[in-house]
């Protein structure tokens, strides 16, 4: 066997268990020692063949039949195929005479997790000694913590990992969605700045902290952090992925679409990629530029709703209502549960004068999103314009501010509404008490009709208004 073993040195695993079947399929005679067997055994667990494994175990007994370590195997094989009660109680026996024995520590914690038993999972980890190896213990308890949803002390653990070493990728990774998970995105910078300071040429660190300042709202930060993982991983599309959409939130669009583009260097084009670059153009006015990028996106993914959608919203806003509504009803047979997809439906409705169409389109927009104001206002006007009667849409606004009541937008738009009727009283007195509510939004009100400015009594509410916000 010494020879074979000199031939199968580089890849130890597959190599023995290919020698393994030829003398299993030729009848030979073999002897191979308990490391070989491990190997072997490991091999076909990996790569789920269990008969195999079975069969390389039944020899591996019968040649080292007071070993251990094939004790573990069996139980290890018992739980794979559904037998964890006779595996646990196989281990249990086991552990009884080597109670301090590794193997069957792990394998018990490994049963344990498989079985959703998260804390026996983490109570035969802290039994091994972290001399083995604590940056593997402390991994392992950690996830386990995670599966439990327990991400605070999840994180404690991940702290003694990367204090270990920290250089392990994985609880980078783990520790930065932990931080998510509980929302504690100001302690995430503050982990990852202090990390940075002693590892500064960590890629995944500073990629964490653009996250994580990016969900803070701290943009010029988060482009900056993208920027250092970037320089210290030229091919990282993560990162320019992350910037890209950064650059989206403070309105630099071009640079975005550049930075867009430098993902589509190191990886697949992925249809979302296409669907953000159509958007950026969009947002420019590029229409012709978003219109091919919004296709772009969807000869990758047929059934991505969100750029049938955006489709349906450049036409619409070049007044090209026809393209528009075949485009919008294309994106609701993909997606009908998507408030917004409603609400443009609605708004082409309105701009091609279906009105009967558009009110029920802004009916199933409140259907899905109810505790959306602005639907509110969208359905009053078009069931107005419907019924040709401005009562009707003050009937829509009046139950909307029953459920709205502090909602100015709402106040505004109903008091327009009343002075139009020449519901002169009331009308007044709704528009001052939304003018004392939020002063700031009474030129959604002048942006209805500018005619109003005319208005005396409306300029003297607006302008004791402005004085009162003035001095308070």
């Known amino acids: 066997m010494n020879n074979e073993r000199n031939f199968w040195q580089d890849d130890d695993s597959q190599m023995i268990a290919r020698v393994f079947e030829y003398k299993l399929q030729n009848k030979e005679s073999f002897f191979f020692d308990v490391d070989d067997f491990v190997l072997i055994i490991d091999y076909y667990i990996e790569n789920t063949s269990i008969k195999m494994a079975q069969t390389a175990l039944k020899h591996a007994i019968n040649l080292h039949p007071e070993t251990v370590i094939f004790k573990v195997k069996k139980a290890q094989l018992l739980a794979i195929t ?27 914690a490994n049963i344990y997790s498989h079985l959703q038993q998260f804390k026996n999972a983490i109570k035969e980890y802290q039994k091994l000694s972290i001399e083995d190896d604590a940056e593997e213990i402390f991994s392992n308890i950690a996830y386990e913590y995670e599966n439990m949803h327990n991400f605070k002390d999840a994180i404690l653990y991940l702290k003694k990992v990367l204090t270990i070493n920290p250089s392990n990728e994985n609880a980078l990774y783990e520790l930065a969605y932990c931080f998510e998970a509980l929302g504690n995105i100001k302690d995430s910078t503050d982990y990852f700045k202090a990390y940075l300071e002693e590892n500064p040429l960590s890629s995944l660190a500073w990629f964490n902290l653009g996250v994580s300042c990016s969900h803070l709202d701290e943009y010029d930060e988060a482009v900056e952090a993208f920027d250092f993982a970037i320089a210290l991983e030229p091919d990282y599309p993560s990162a320019y992925f992350n910037k890209a959409s950064v650059l989206c939130n403070k309105g630099k669009f071009w640079e975005a679409i550049e930075s867009y583009n430098e993902t589509l260097n190191f990886e697949s084009p992925e249809p979302l990629t296409f ?3 159509a958007e950026c153009y969009q947002k420019l006015d590029e229409h012709d530029k978003a219109i091919q990028y919004y296709f772009k996106a969807i000869e990758l993914n047929e059934n991505l709703s969100e750029s049938w959608a955006g489709l349906a919203s450049v036409y619409y806003e070049t007044s090209n209502y026809n393209k528009a509504l075949n485009f919008i ?6 997606n009908n549960q998507n408030a917004d997809f409603s609400i443009l439906q609605g708004d082409i409705y309105k701009a091609l004068e279906d009105y009967e169409q558009a009110v029920g389109a ?7 999103n109810p505790e959306n104001p602005d639907i509110w206002m969208d359905l009053a006007e078009v069931i107005a314009l419907r019924d040709e009667d401005i009562d009707s849409g003050i009937q829509i606004l009046r139950n909307a501010i029953s459920v709205f009541p502090e909602n100015a937008s ?4 109903l008091s327009f509404y009343l002075i139009t009727d020449e519901k002169n009283k009331e009308g007044f007195s709704l528009l001052q008490d939304a003018l004392y509510l939020d002063f700031n939004k009474y030129t959604e009100f002048i942006e209805m009709d500018d005619s109003l400015l005319n208005n005396p009594a409306i300029i003297e509410m607006i302008e004791q208004a402005k004085q009162i916000k003035h001095n308070s």
Do not use: G, W
């Open 410 to 413: 709402l106040m505004y738009r």
């Open 275 to 277: 669907q953000y670059i």
């Open 362 to 368: 802004f009916d199933n927009a409140l259907e899905l």
């Open 82 to 108: 559904n037998k964890s009660d006779q595996a646990l109680s196989m281990l249990s026996t086991v552990e009884n005479i080597e109670p301090f024995n590794a193997d069957i520590i792990r394998a018990k």
């Open 329 to 334: 009803i294309k994106a609701r047979k993909l």
